[in-house]
């Protein structure tokens, strides 16, 4: 696959999460959340939770926004390059904040009684796997840093 090719798969990629986030932020957690609320009698609960969620979603589109200025720069044919490694950082720091916000919000609801216990249980398992991903792009942006480092060096030689 040439590097224009994989550049508009991965922008392709892109805009369909991005697509995917505004239908989960805007349609299914307001639609889901109003049918729990007034069936379970929580409907105060509705409001703060939503725009708890909601603010799950400003790291994650500004990960997105990074990832694209990887896509820019793979098909440029610079994959390996110091800026990669500087975007890939900048989404393990979005990630993990985003993780430990939401860690620190579930905890926040379940303190104050506005949180079921198994949600919160549930919730690890979502903070797991956001820091997984924030561990990944941390090392890849390590690999990528060395990688432009060596291409560098390589290209100094004669």
């Known amino acids: 696959m040439s590097q224009k090719k994989l550049a508009a798969l991965l922008k392709f990629i892109t805009i369909c999460l991005g697509i995917m986030g505004i239908v989960v932020y805007f349609i299914i957690l307001p639609t889901l ?9 929580y409907s ?51 990630v993990l904040g985003d993780v430990g916000y939401f860690f ?23 903070d797991i796997i956001g820091i997984a991903i924030g561990i990944t792009s941390a090392a890849l942006s390590h690999l990528v840093y060395k990688a432009a480092a060596i291409k560098d060096e390589n290209e100094l030689t004669i």
């Open 33 to 41: 959340g109003k049918g729990w609320a007034v069936e379970e009698g």
């Open 44 to 94: 105060g609960l509705f409001w703060p939770w939503l725009l708890f969620l909601w603010g799950t979603g400003i790291p994650c589109y500004a990960a997105l926004y990074e990832f694209w200025g990887i896509c820019i720069e793979i098909k440029k044919d610079n994959s390996f390059c110091e800026e990669n490694g500087i975007r890939l950082k900048a989404i393990s720091i979005f």
């Open 104 to 126: 620190a919000g579930n905890i926040i609801f379940l303190l104050l009684g506005m949180n079921h216990p198994g949600i919160f249980l549930l919730s690890l398992a979502i």
